[in-house]
């Protein structure tokens, strides 16, 4: 990654549909996270926690009520 990673929170997480919202620091917008951008390390589950602190590079795209969408999620 050429760009520093965003610091953020876990807003949501639909464990059932694999995707949730993630507050990112100094953004006022929330960001759409798949689970297929979640870095998986060993034996843990592609899902996120609602308050779990994450890093994550972003960009700006239209996803249903999001205008910004996770690249890179990472935890903390």
């Known amino acids: 990654m050429d760009e520093p990673l965003s610091k953020?929170?876990?807003k949501s997480w639909h464990r059932e549909e694999g995707w949730?919202?993630?507050q990112i620091?100094?953004?006022v917008e929330e960001c759409?996270?798949?689970f297929s951008c979640i870095v998986q390390r060993?034996?843990?589950i592609l899902e996120l926690v609602p308050?779990?602190?994450v890093r994550l590079a972003?960009?700006?795209a239209q996803q249903d009520e999001f205008?910004?969408?996770a690249d890179y999620v990472e935890r903390s």
């Open 32 to 34: 759409f996270a798949h």
């Open 67 to 69: 205008t910004i969408v």
């Open 42 to 44: 060993e034996n843990e």
């Open 58 to 60: 972003w960009h700006k």
């Open 20 to 22: 949730g919202s993630i």
């Open 25 to 27: 620091e100094g953004v």
């Open 8 to 10: 953020g929170t876990v």
């Open 51 to 53: 308050g779990e602190k």
